[in-house]
């Protein structure tokens, strides 16, 4: 077999080999040494390089040169250049030894020598590509774990916001419970009240004397009527189709969006329609507040 075609066995690019075999004046080793030495170069990069050797001089009766620093032999200037690039030797004379060309048995055993050199350099190679595979993965692995920590710590954030809304609202919705039934307390109270002057002024008895205020967070104020500005919130009895719900407003609040709070309950409001005195509110109402509709303190609305 060629010794190209053996460099081609090892791996090599076929021109680079070539290039190499002529660098070297076909020594095998050399060539090997040459091309492991420029892997990282393209056949390009290294003809546009190279300097063309210095011509003999006339009478040169050498055979070789050789290494001064070491004494090995070199067939032409290129190889010992190689050399000197590769190991730093400086000092180089002429040699009127004659380097034979190796023997087919020499070439083998130069060859297999080459072989198992690249085969140790990419062991390495792979070796090493391993651990920065593992260091890679093992940064991976980390970014991966972070974003995980974040998410959940975002989530976790999520979770409490929602927790800490629903009990605002639940705390919201008491509130408003406990007022609704103070005012209704509030109304009864008065209208026994009215009731109880009127049957003392159909038996020609004196009044009964007013009844004390509730103290405490559920009073609903006075017994004396106040004027509507006075109210912040008003109390709605709504009559629906499935039955009869008590609702209670800011007084700044849409009819619009008193249709929707019902619609949220599964009621779908066309109109609003009051019995005494007898009127409708239909959608070109609703941007009308429950103020300015006369709906406060409290008003009883049929849903159609």
């Not at 180089?92 to 190796?102: G, Q």
């Not at 605002?168 to 609704?180: F, G, M």
């Not at 209670?248 to 779908?268: C, N, S």
């Amino acid at each position: 077999m060629a010794d190209i075609d053996n460099l081609v066995d090892m791996g090599f690019e076929r021109e680079k080999a070539a290039y190499a075999l002529k660098k070297s004046n076909g020594d095998l080793g050399s060539a090997v040494d040459w091309l492991g030495e420029n892997s990282d170069k393209s056949l390009e990069d290294l003809k546009a390089a190279e300097e063309a050797p210095a011509d003999p001089k006339p009478g040169e009766q050498a055979q070789s040169l050789q290494c001064d620093d070491c004494g090995k032999l070199f067939k032409s200037v290129a190889q010992a250049e190689f050399h000197a690039s590769k190991s730093g030797h400086e000092n180089f004379s002429e040699s009127t030894v004659e380097i034979k060309p190796l023997t087919e048995e020499e070439k083998k055993q130069r060859l297999e020598e080459m072989k198992a050199r690249l085969a140790d350099k990419r062991a390495t190679q792979a070796e090493q590509e391993k651990i920065d595979r593992k260091k890679n993965e093992q940064i991976r692995m980390k970014a991966t774990k972070e974003s995980q920590d974040a998410k959940e710590a975002l989530e976790k954030k999520e979770r409490l916001k929602e927790a800490a809304e629903k009990k605002r609202e639940k705390k919201a919705e008491e509130d408003a419970k406990k007022r609704v039934l103070a005012k209704l307390e509030a109304d009864k109270q008065e209208r026994k009240r009215k009731a109880d002057i009127e049957k003392a002024a159909r038996a020609g008895q004196a009044p009964p004397p007013p009844v004390a205020e509730p103290s405490g967070p559920t009073s609903s104020g006075p017994t004396t009527s106040k004027p509507a500005s006075a109210y912040t919130e008003t109390r709605l009895a709504l009559q629906t189709p499935s039955g009869r719900v008590t609702k209670t407003f800011p007084v700044e609040t849409t009819l619009f969006e008193v249709a929707h709070a019902m619609e949220q309950d599964g009621v779908q409001v066309n109109t609003f329609n009051t019995t005494f005195p007898k009127k409708t509110f239909d959608r070109t109402d609703f941007g009308m507040t429950l103020k300015e509709a006369g709906f406060v303190p409290s008003a009883a609305l049929i849903i159609k």
